[in-house]
């Protein structure tokens, strides 16, 4: 009898010692970006950009997870999704939290992202990654100095192709970076549209 009322205070013990952190886990649910996705959608349709998908970059999510999405309008689904950089913001001011939070400003020489639209435009060549970049013109008051700060999508070695958390990504300049095997699927994506192609960067 007493070694039944020991091991049911032992199985007792150990469920719930591992029950809230299971529960934990399970509760943790990805961001919802449905009013992203039909804001996107309306937006490309009114501004004749292409309407069969557009970027998302959401600079809240750990920087060693996937958080650039590559959304297909016709599915409905995100068809792709990778790392990206963030900018080191540092310039000027001390930013002690910039691994962990993006931090924002359009200024020049800030080496802070920008959040906003931004319209992705010509193909150029890059000293970086797989040497190909794309200029980024901002369509916003928060972005409006990207062609002028240089913020572009390009690709840089240092980005990994998978996920790296608690590991964080290299910080940028305020460019959104990725890796060079996702820059070549971009890239692939870019050259067959005649269209501009909307890119998003949300937090």
């Not at 490309?44 to 920087?63: A, G, M, R, T």
């Not at 200029?135 to 913020?151: E, K």
Request: glycine fraction near 4%; aromatic fraction near 12%.
């Amino acid at each position: 009898m007493i070694q039944r009322i020991f091991l049911f205070v032992a199985l007792h013990f150990i469920s719930c010692s591992e029950g809230p952190a299971t529960s934990t886990e399970k509760n943790i649910k990805k961001r919802d970006y449905a009013s992203f996705h039909k804001e996107a959608k309306a937006f490309c349709k009114k501004e004749k950009f292409n309407e069969d998908y557009y970027f998302l970059i959401d600079l809240s999510v750990h920087s060693g997870k996937n958080r650039f999405y590559i959304y297909d309008f016709k599915t409905d689904k995100i068809s792709d999704e990778n790392l990206v950089t963030h900018g080191s913001c540092d310039v000027g001011q001390t930013n002690e939290t910039k691994w962990e939070k993006a931090k924002f400003s359009n200024k020049d020489n800030s080496h802070c992202s920008s959040q906003g639209k931004y319209k992705i435009g010509k193909r150029d060549s890059s000293t970086w990654g797989i040497k190909i970049k794309y200029w980024l013109h901002g369509l916003d008051a928060t972005n409006s100095n990207a062609v002028s700060r240089v913020i572009v999508l390009h690709s840089w070695t240092a980005v990994s192709n998978t996920e790296i958390a608690p590991r964080y990504a290299p910080l940028s300049w305020g460019c959104p970076a990725v890796s060079d095997d996702f820059m070549k699927l971009l890239d692939k994506k870019l050259q067959k549209t005649d269209k501009p192609v909307l890119l998003w960067i949300i937090d």
